[in-house]
């Protein structure tokens, strides 16, 4: 599977953003898929997953109510609502999917689990 993130751009602390994680080839809902940021000179850290047969979901503790990971099948398309945004949200956010099998549930913040990842979209947070 191919996945392009997009959305990204240039907000105020506090404001808001959507990025798309869209899918082609089979299904996105046949696939865990997981958000990822990196800062510079940091670790890619895990921000929040949607498993694919449940569709449970799973956010990183700094995200946890400020973000909303969804998914659009008919579109074929993974979400991440990001409100109340601040500048330590400040990276490139990636998005990932499993295409080999499933995850185990205490892996899914493990980016190593994932074994296909869209190109990264910039998101800055201004103070």
């Known amino acids: 599977v191919q996945l392009q993130a997009s959305g990204g751009g240039l907000v105020q602390a506090g404001g808001s953003l959507r990025l798309s994680c869209a899918a082609s080839?089979?299904?996105?809902?046949?696939?865990?898929v997981a958000w990822f940021r990196q800062a510079p000179g940091k670790e890619r850290d895990f921000v929040a997953a949607i498993r694919r047969s449940e569709s449970s979901t799973r956010y990183a503790d700094s995200v946890k109510g400020r973000f909303t990971i969804s998914r659009d099948n008919a579109k074929n398309t993974v979400y991440l609502q990001m409100n109340s945004l601040k500048p330590e949200d400040t990276a490139i956010y990636y998005c990932?999917?499993?295409?080999?099998?499933?995850?185990?549930?205490?892996?899914?913040?493990?980016?190593?689990?994932?074994?296909?990842w869209g190109q990264g979209t910039q998101v800055t947070v201004s103070s």
């Open positions: 080839g089979r299904t996105i809902s046949s696939y865990d």
């Open positions: 990932a999917a499993k295409t080999g099998g499933r995850i185990i549930t205490s892996q899914v913040i493990n980016p190593s689990r994932y074994d296909s």
